[in-house]
């Protein structure tokens, strides 16, 4: 393996036991210990034969299960392998709502990504009977849930994953579509409107557009002019993306037994209430024959044998994973879901001298999918010969549905003669550390997103190195042809046209049962006419949903380039200039303490507590220019005494070391107190120290040590600086401060160090 791999399952998917003391000795060993333990769903007598077949699968890369499973399985862990959730229908009442939050945190501790349709929540200022209040709407409800979600993240080594959704009729999808206008706001969530057949027929008609609730009409407003604030909001921001919903239902195999309102946090798995599905990706990539020869060819028959083994092992790992609610557990046993997809696709048309997104391209791309899809189908249906239906299967309903009435007709018939095992099969999904672990393939159907790229690589004394990381298809290029010029098909998302990427995703939808992960990338200088059409086109297509991206100066840019850094100081200096990143100095020694030093006191009034907090900020001066130096909290509350002292000083210290001190204040806002946070100033607080974090902000905003995020955008002095070829600043990762942060098939990725926000 490559150091980049090597590390990746070192950290990521390697059994060790609780005092690091590594189980798998190498690759080998965990893939035997995945397959022996998707085995054990087996009958007795057949679980040698199994655990060989999954094992053969396995070994190559050839078919790589989704990263909860190869780190999970067989571990004896108290997680579930399952990637995909949906939570169910949240209800409109103070106990249901926080019953679900509490629901959400035991989901996310066990590892899974989940979606919420905030749709059933009544609308901002509606009243609330009984109490003589108005509701705050679900935006706000929103918040509660991210300050969970940023607190479960804290306290484990994984990133929490939400998607949240809204009808686009809500009255308050105004607010739900401006929500990331905030920097710093719902930075767990994806947002994705749930677009209906309806709206879109009013757009095209420039018709009048209904927001209600509860059958009362709150607003009307053009169709269009929402249209157009949601496409702003997503040029600007990147966000919300598009869910065409009704489309998503009428093409469910299952939508006669359940109904679909949200998606897992990537999109590719559009699920019902407390539904879930686990993951799995044929590498396309291992399965090319003669590579960039003459007669380069997929191996249809090994596809289509590797499917039917896939389709088995991620059947049986259904019934040997744990669930975080008993709800998730019937349910995926009710229906059984699968969601087998591919990856490396990109670098197999590059074997076979195709460029992406050609003509030539989609043919070879539906040819390939087909075969995948046809033969989960029937190796489901033999499977359920052999094992039974999932438990809901009505061979009437399910026959009728649209996508299994576009199956071969032998197929068909053997579902009807047997029913079928799974009943869903197919999803394509993010793929990016798998994939980067199964040797940089390109990931899911996504072009290749770069030939190469410089990545941190982390040593076992702690020290860093830079290691250069090539794409699959170039590295393997350059091993038959040396330094030749990569051929005219060899292309990347950067030099692809959004035509090129819609063509793909639909060419896949075709196949694929359930939904696709994909983000089309757009060039900066697009006009916004142009953008717009991006969504039309996917709507007309058949697409169930739409994401792209677009480099901004808010969200950052694909490729980015930095600054040259300065010339270090031979004595530590103090960073007058902190919101330039790239200008960030870390001093060896603290700085000492002036005999007079300018401050502010804050006053915070929480509501278990006796008497008030009193937080004083003092700061060091400089040429004019202040920046933080240390914290006192003061309070008659003498049971508070111990923490405030310890968390004071704690801060001081951290203050007076100088650099970019700001993660001190996301640190402090993401603890979730569990007895509950309160509303201050018209947003909920999930805890004292929360609070007290939310002050420490404040106070550098005004001091001008940090940017608003409250500001809709950054300012000019504020600009990181650290500036792409598009003239946009890059994204700066939250772990390794890369200027390598990304947006890859919906989910925010660092090249440099493997950190996603979708785990």
Aim: proline fraction near 6%.
């Amino acid at each position: 393996m490559s150091d980049i791999a090597q590390q990746i399952w070192d950290m990521k998917y390697r059994f060790k036991r609780a005092d690091g003391t590594p189980v798998d000795n190498d690759v080998a060993a965990t893939w035997a210990r995945v397959a022996v333990a998707a085995s054990q769903a087996e009958t007795p007598e057949n679980r040698p034969a199994k655990a060989v077949e999954f094992a053969k699968a396995l070994a190559g890369y050839r078919f790589l299960p989704a990263g909860r499973i190869v780190a999970g399985a067989g571990t004896g862990r108290d997680v579930t392998l399952f990637n995909c959730f949906v939570m169910g229908a949240i209800p409109d009442s103070m106990e249901g709502i926080f019953s679900h939050l509490r629901e959400a945190a035991l989901t996310l501790q066990q590892g899974g990504g989940i979606g919420y349709d905030f749709s059933t929540l009544r609308p901002k200022g509606a009243p609330v009977e009984g109490v003589g209040a108005d509701a705050s709407g679900p935006v706000s409800f929103m918040d509660v849930w991210d300050a969970m979600c940023r607190t479960i993240m804290s306290a484990g080594s994984r990133r929490g994953a939400m998607m949240a959704t809204l009808s686009c009729d809500h009255p308050d999808i105004e607010e739900f579509i401006d929500a990331k206008r905030a920097p710093g706001r719902l930075t767990n969530f994806n947002l994705s409107v749930l677009a209906s057949d309806a709206f879109m027929a009013a757009v095209k008609a420039d018709g009048p557009w209904a927001l209600r609730f509860a059958g009362r009409v709150y607003k009307t407003l053009p169709a269009r002019a929402l249209w157009d604030r949601i496409m702003r909001s997503t040029f600007d921001y990147a966000e919300p993306g598009m869910i065409f919903i009704d489309r998503i239902n009428s093409k469910n195999n299952l939508g006669y037994c359940e109904t679909i309102r949200a998606t897992n946090p990537c999109g590719e798995q559009p699920l019902p209430p407390y539904g879930a599905c686990l993951l799995g990706s044929v590498n396309l990539a291992r399965l090319v024959r003669d590579p960039f020869g003459d007669d380069a060819a997929l191996d249809l028959d090994e596809l289509a044998a590797l499917t039917r083994t896939a389709v088995r092992l991620l059947d049986d790992v259904i019934d040997i994973s744990r669930f975080p609610l008993e709800a998730q557990r019937m349910e995926a046993h009710a229906k059984r879901r699968i969601g087998l997809g591919v990856t490396g696709l990109a670098d197999a048309l590059v074997f076979c001298r195709t460029t992406y997104g050609s003509p030539e391209s989609l043919a070879l791309i539906e040819q390939w999918l087909s075969t995948l899809s046809w033969a989960a189908y029937r190796a489901s249906a033999e499977l359920a010969a052999e094992k039974g239906a999932f438990p809901l299967f009505d061979a009437e309903e399910y026959l009728a549905r649209p996508f299994v009435r576009s199956l071969p007709e032998d197929i068909r018939a053997l579902i009807g003669e047997h029913g079928i095992r799974n009943g869903l099969l197919t999803s394509i999904a993010p793929t990016g550390t798998i994939s980067l672990f199964a040797g940089n393939v390109s990931s899911g159907i996504e072009p290749i997103f770069a030939y190469r790229y410089t990545r941190r690589v982390l040593l076992p004394d702690g020290s860093h190195k830079e290691e250069t990381i090539e794409d699959y298809a170039v590295e393997q290029f350059r091993v038959r042809f040396g330094d030749a010029a990569l051929p005219d098909y060899f292309v990347s998302a950067q030099n692809l046209w959004p035509e090129d990427h819609l063509a793909v995703q639909a060419a896949a939808q075709k196949y694929i049962d359930s939904s696709i992960s994909k983000t089309i990338n757009v060039p900066a200088g697009i006009s916004f006419d142009a953008f717009k059409d991006v969504y039309v086109q996917a709507y007309q297509l058949g697409c169930k949903g739409c994401t792209t991206y677009r480099p901004n100066l808010v969200t950052g840019s694909v490729l980015a380039t930095p600054e040259p850094r300065r010339e270090e100081a031979d004595e530590p200096q103090l960073p007058l200039d902190l919101p330039r990143a790239a200008d960030v100095v870390y001093m060896t020694k603290p700085l000492d303490r002036p005999a007079v030093l300018l401050g502010q006191t804050y006053k915070i009034k929480w509501l278990d507590a006796d008497h008030a907090f009193y937080i004083t900020i003092n700061d060091v001066e400089k040429d004019g220019r202040r920046r933080p130096f240390e914290v006192f909290i003061n309070s008659k509350n003498m049971e508070a005494y111990a923490w405030t002292l310890a968390l004071t000083r704690m801060i001081s210290a951290v203050f007076r070391r100088g650099g970019d001190v700001s993660f001190v204040v996301d640190e402090l806002k993401a603890v979730f107190d569990p007895r509950g946070g309160q509303w201050m100033e018209g947003h909920y607080v999930p805890s004292l120290l929360a609070a007290i974090g939310e002050i420490i902000e404040r106070h550098l905003v005004a001091i001008g040590f940090m940017s608003s995020r409250d500001a809709p955008l950054v300012p000019e002095e504020r600009k990181v600086a650290v500036v792409a070829a598009e003239g946009a600043p890059a994204r700066r990762c939250p772990r390794c401060s890369s200027p390598s942060f990304v947006k890859l098939e919906g989910c925010d990725s660092c090249l440099s160090c493997g950190y996603s926000k979708c785990g």
